[in-house]
């Protein structure tokens, strides 16, 4: 099938090994774990951010913070499914940065995104989160002030908190599930946050979600195959469903599964879907992380009945940047701010495929374009199948991929 395509066994032709037949389970919730995460209780300075680097105007404006998880429900580790303290650069993948008024005022609608972790045995759990800002307390302002200006006296630091003025800090509560459910999650996010909003005022205990609230969302087993569940949180219902076993493959992404075919023409999407069973290392970039997590899971399914096992990271946290020069195939999400500073510090090897989903191109190595060759045959039916369901095509830029053809054998056209 592929000219230079390698017979791995990681790639194994297996339906049980993809994420939706391991995780609907009677034994796993709607959600193992609920959090929140930000950066409220303490302003730790990021490895990024050197107090002696800044510029002209604020220092705690123009810093990187280290989010992380404020509070979590179960306290206790669930059976088998240990909970993972990294989601919080997950749902912070640049850092934490702190704004004035006006830009949270400006920033006042809360965002979802969703994301994926994957751990050490080859498990995944299926995040997603809310995210918007608060109001920084000042004693926390204060203390960070004195750790980051140790050698400045009162006069100095009461100056760079005038010079800040009013905080705020970005804060996120965030779902954890054993199954790509990601429009339930979604949904599920955008009503805890109003459920906390109607808890009353935010410096009190009462603000916060109570246990006995999130009971439902934490202890409510997933449907099997081909069933539905009803959540009740708060005034509203959250319908979960799982699709019937013989609609497989299936991602759980509801109208976001077609983010990726909205991405790239439908020559770009058969490329992408060969160079990942070639097994090569595949670099999406996007402006929205949501997008890179949709197109992700896009090609996972796109690639069944075989599952991809290698490295994948959805979306890269700056903290992790460093995992772009593992010598192994993998498929990664990165966004244009994580990824001006991976070219920055030239972390993209060359040998990596790279995706852009907003300019609906394909940049790969020569050698890499020219082992990629589909029969005609398949070619045009697949092409056909997608055709409907992809953006249309558009020219090409020179040192983009030009995409798979159809012939004695299709190609793909790199750049060096």
């Given at each position: 099938f592929f000219s230079a395509g390698r017979a791995s066994g990681a790639l194994r032709r297996t339906a049980e090994s993809i994420a939706l037949m391991a995780c609907a389970s009677d034994a796993s919730p709607i959600a193992y774990y609920y959090c929140e995460v930000g950066v409220r209780e303490r302003l730790a300075l990021s490895r990024t951010s050197r107090p002696e680097e800044r510029t002209e105007g604020s220092f705690l404006l123009q810093a990187r913070f280290e989010p992380s998880v404020l509070r979590r429900l179960p306290l206790e580790e669930r059976p088998g499914v240990r909970f993972a303290p990294e989601v919080a650069m997950f749902c912070f993948p640049h850092g934490v940065r702190l704004v004035n008024a006006s830009v949270a005022a400006a920033n006042a609608i809360p965002k979802v995104t969703s994301f994926?972790?994957?751990?050490?045995?080859?498990?995944?759990?299926?995040?997603?989160?809310?995210?918007?800002?608060?109001?920084?307390?000042?004693?926390?302002?204060?203390?960070?002030?004195?750790?980051?200006?140790?050698?400045?006296?009162?006069?100095?630091?009461?100056?760079?908190?005038?010079?800040?003025?009013?905080?705020?800090?970005?804060?996120?509560?965030?779902?954890?599930s054993?199954?790509?459910?990601?429009?339930?999650?979604?949904?599920?996010?955008?009503?805890?946050?109003?459920?906390?909003?109607?808890?009353?005022?935010?410096?009190?205990?009462?603000?916060?979600?109570?246990?006995?609230?999130?009971?439902?969302?934490?202890?409510?087993?997933?449907?099997?195959?081909?069933?539905?569940?009803?959540?009740?949180?708060?005034?509203?219902?959250?319908?979960?469903?799982?699709?019937?076993?013989?609609?497989?493959?299936?991602?759980?992404?509801?109208?976001?599964?077609?983010?990726?075919f909205e991405c790239l023409d439908v020559s770009s999407v058969i490329v992408l879907w060969a160079l990942l069973l070639a097994e090569q290392k595949v670099l999406l970039q996007a402006r929205?992380?949501?997008?890179?997590?949709?197109?992700?899971?896009?090609?996972?399914?796109?690639?069944?009945?075989?599952?991809?096992?290698?490295?994948?990271?959805?979306?890269?946290?700056?903290?992790?940047?460093?995992?772009?020069?593992?010598?192994?195939?993998?498929?990664?999400?990165?966004?244009?701010?994580?990824?001006?500073?991976?070219?920055?510090?030239?972390?993209?090897?060359?040998?990596?495929?790279?995706?852009?989903?907003?300019?609906?191109?394909i940049v790969c190595d020569p050698d890499v374009a020219r082992a990629i060759r589909l029969p005609q045959k398949q070619y045009h039916k697949l092409y056909k199948a997608l055709a409907p369901f992809c953006r249309a095509s558009g020219r090409q830029s020179q040192d983009t991929e030009g995409g798979a053809e159809g012939g004695d054998g299709g190609s793909v056209r790199g750049s060096s």
């Open positions: 994926v972790l994957t751990a050490s045995d080859k498990s995944r759990m299926y995040g997603a989160c809310i995210v918007w800002y608060e109001p920084l307390p000042d004693g926390v302002v204060q203390a960070c002030v004195g750790e980051v200006m140790p050698e400045c006296d009162g006069v100095e630091r009461a100056a760079e908190r005038a010079l800040a003025g009013e905080l705020h800090a970005p804060e996120a509560i965030c779902l954890l054993s199954a790509p459910i990601f429009e339930a999650l979604n949904s599920c996010c955008r009503q805890l946050f109003r459920m906390r909003l109607s808890g009353g005022d935010p410096a009190s205990t009462e603000y916060m979600l109570t246990e006995a609230s999130l009971r439902p969302l934490l202890t409510t087993p997933l449907p099997d195959y081909g069933g539905r569940v009803d959540v009740p949180l708060g005034n509203v219902s959250i319908h979960v469903s799982i699709p019937p076993a013989n609609e497989l493959p299936h991602t759980m992404a509801g109208r976001d599964f077609l983010l990726l929205q992380t949501h997008v890179l997590t949709m197109a992700a899971e896009s090609l996972c399914a796109l690639l069944f009945p075989f599952s991809w096992q290698h490295v994948y990271i959805p979306i890269l946290p700056a903290s992790l940047l460093d995992i772009l020069q593992a010598p192994v195939p993998f498929l990664i999400g990165i966004d244009e701010e994580v990824l001006g500073m991976a070219e920055q510090g030239g972390l993209v090897p060359d040998d990596v495929v790279q995706v852009d989903l907003n300019a609906s191109s």
